[in-house]
């Protein structure tokens, strides 16, 4: 079946730019996450929906930041007048269940802000 | 926040042998998972751990739940090229994971 999607994969923005990054979870899959993955390090928390709740944002770095779920199905992450420091890999991933269950990862949005 | 360490950062290793990583933790985790990333990619979900002491195969790769909750180890067995990535391990924070840093792993044909 049809993994997590990502669009698009490659993201140029000026700075000050607004940007939008677009998540299609596995379908039937309850809960959604975001990530930030700077270069070389490890995947960091961004939000957490459960259908069209979200639950945790308490990883959003700044109010530029805004995720939303609307049909509990399709995400958006929003950024603001972006920064150069906003330049990162965002990953999508989706999960069957709610939190602490296996989680599937999408390709993930490489944005350079220049 | 939490936060997890893995080791080694990076190891050469020759085609066939066996690999040993671990990840660890000063807080008890109730899940851990382990993902390969290659690189332009999303991490790959390559073993899930529910149980301390919980021992699971996944072809070549074997993962252990350490019994004091705080860390887990990845093992894979006769290295072959396209194993050669970065791997990840993620525990349990609530309702998300947190990820350590990776282990870099590279394979000499």
């Given at each position: 079946?049809?993994?997590?999607?990502?669009?698009?994969?490659?993201?140029?923005?000026?700075?000050?730019?607004?940007?939008?990054?677009r998540?299609?979870?596995?379908?039937?899959?309850?809960?959604?996450?975001?990530?930030?993955?700077?270069?070389?390090?490890?995947?960091?928390?961004?939000?957490?929906?459960?259908?069209?709740?979200?639950?945790?944002?308490?990883?959003?770095?700044?109010?530029?930041?805004?995720?939303?779920?609307?049909?509990?199905?399709?995400?958006?992450?929003?950024?603001?007048?972006?920064?150069?420091?906003?330049?990162?890999?965002?990953?999508?991933?989706?999960?069957?269940?709610?939190?602490?269950?296996?989680?599937?990862?999408?390709?993930?949005?490489?944005?350079?802000?220049? | 926040?939490?936060?997890?360490?893995?080791?080694?950062?990076?190891?050469?290793?020759?085609?066939g042998?066996?690999?040993?990583?671990?990840?660890?933790?000063?807080?008890?985790?109730?899940?851990?998972?382990?993902?390969?990333?290659?690189?332009?990619?999303?991490?790959?979900?390559?073993i899930?751990?529910?149980?301390?002491?919980?021992?699971?195969?996944?072809?070549?790769?074997?993962?252990?739940?350490?019994?004091t909750?705080?860390?887990?180890?990845?093992?894979?067995?006769?290295?072959?090229?396209s194993?050669?990535?970065?791997?990840?391990?993620?525990?349990?924070?609530?309702?998300?994971?947190?990820?350590?840093?990776?282990?870099?792993?590279?394979?000499?044909?």
């Open positions: 079946g049809a993994g997590v999607s990502q669009s698009p994969r490659y993201k140029v923005a000026k700075r000050g730019q607004d940007v939008a990054l998540c299609d979870p596995i379908s039937g899959h309850v809960s959604l996450f975001w990530y930030q993955q700077a270069l070389g390090q490890g995947p960091e928390f961004l939000t957490y929906f459960q259908n069209e709740a979200q639950l945790d944002k308490s990883g959003l770095p700044s109010d530029r930041f805004f995720a939303e779920r609307p049909e509990g199905s399709v995400s958006t992450l929003k950024i603001q007048r972006t920064q150069q420091e906003d330049s990162a890999v965002y990953l999508c991933a989706s999960s069957l269940r709610g939190g602490g269950y296996e989680q599937y990862f999408g390709p993930g949005t490489r944005l350079t802000v220049t | 926040g939490q936060q997890l360490n893995q080791s080694p950062q990076s190891m050469f290793i020759q085609e042998e066996d690999v040993s990583m671990n990840c660890t933790s000063s807080s008890i985790f109730n899940t851990w998972l382990w993902y390969k990333q290659d690189p332009g990619e999303g991490p790959v979900l390559l899930a751990l529910y149980k301390a002491g919980e021992l699971t195969s996944n072809g070549r790769l074997t993962a252990q739940f350490g019994t909750r705080k860390d887990s180890f990845l093992n894979i067995s006769a290295s072959i090229p194993d050669v990535g970065i791997y990840f391990c993620a525990g349990q924070d609530g309702q998300n994971f947190v990820f350590g840093p990776g282990t870099r792993l590279s394979v000499l044909p």
